[in-house]
Structures are given as structure tokens and as C-alpha cells.
């Protein structure tokens, strides 16, 4: 068998044209082309991990959010609860200070009553009392009105201060009132008595008050003694008023 170098090196020339053709106008596009791919790979993958980290920070950022929301409810809760308890305690207090109050605006409307209810009826009793006195008065003689009491305005008048006894009688009459008229012997007898206190004769006139009940009223231009029932019911109802406004 015979060796053709000839036709050996045209076949070598054809295989050596055949890779450059190769190389030049498949090997290279199909190597951009995958490096092209591989590149758009790429970046869609680290699109995708920017994607990824993205959506982490987000998370990560609503997480915080959502934690920091719970933060702010429950301090929100706690404070309308304190707030609740402030109010309600306040409204305990209104509440407790109303019922004071209303409690202690009744003892004092329920004391007033009671007062005015005792006052009533002392003011009664003082009036059923003058009455009574005056019906036991009307059963007894004209004189014993006047006589009984003569003996009370002596004494009366001898509690006067000196200067006071000396002046009496020493500018004309005196007056002396009575519940009803005098007899001559009742008003002497009265004078006679006036006349042994002072130490000096006493001239009386004598001038008829039926609303004294009984007794006597020494009336001079400087001292006004009284020695009557009138006056003694009158002390009695200024000393209950007195009593009652205590």
C-alpha cells in the first residue's frame, strides 16, 4: 500500500481550515452565546438575591413595625387602664364626698327640724302657760293682782344704785302701772313700801296696762323697774329663743 503525503496534506489543510471555520463561525458565537447566558444568569440571580434581601429588610422592617405597634398598644391599654382606675377611683371619691354631703345637709335639715319643733312647742307650752296663769289669776281677788307683788318692786328697787334710789320720786310723781286699777289703800300701801326703801316719801300715779297680767312697773325718768307676770314670761321666752339658736 502506497502513502500519498500529497493527499495526506491537502487532508490536513481541510481539517486545519475546517477548525478555524469551526472555531471562527461556531466555537466562538456559541461560547459569547453561553456567556451571554451565563452573564443574564447572573445578574437574574443577583436581581433575584437583591429580590431576596429585599424582601428579608422588608420583613425584618415590618416585623420591627409590628413589634413596635404591640409596644404602643400595650402601653396605650395600660394607660386607659390607669387612666380607668383614676377615674373610677375619682368617681368613688365624687361619689363618697356627694353622699357626705347629701348625709350631712340631712342631720342638719332633720336638727333645724327638731329645733323648730322644740321651739314650737316650748312657744306653745309658754302660751298655753299664760293662758293658764291668766285663768287662775281671774279665780283670785283684784288685790291680791297688785298686793302680792308690791313686796318684789321694793326689793327691786333697792338693788338700784344709791344715786338711782336718791333721784325717784324727786321730780314729781312716779308712774306706776298696774293690770288694772288701784284701789286707794293698794296704791298707799305701795307707796308706803317705795317710801321705806328710798328713805323718802314717794308720790305715785298710777296708770292701768292689762297686757302686764299681774304685778307692778316702777316707771321714773331714770330707771324702769319691773316686777310683773308679763315680765317673767317674756325673760322665760328669751331665755328658750336664746336656748334655741345655742
Known sequence: MDFDWWTFGLQTVNALVLVWLLARFLFRPVSRIIAERQAAAH?????????????EAALAEAEARKDAVARDR?????????EAATRKRQMLDDARAEAERTQAEARADLARLHKAEAHRWRAEAAALAVDMTERLLDRLPDGARAAAFADG????????????????GTDGPVVLRAARDLATGEQAEVAERLAAVLGHPVNVRVETDESLIAGLELHTPHAVVRNTLRADLDGMAERIAADDHA
Open 153 to 168: 318692786l321694793a326689793e327691786a328697787v333697792r338693788t338700784l344704785p344709791d344715786a338711782a334710789q336718791a333721784r325717784i
Open 43 to 55: 445578574a437574574v440571580l443577583d436581581e433575584a438575591e437583591a429580590t431576596r434581601a429585599a424582601a
Open 74 to 82: 400595650a402601653d396605650l391599654i395600660a394607660a386607659a387602664e390607669a
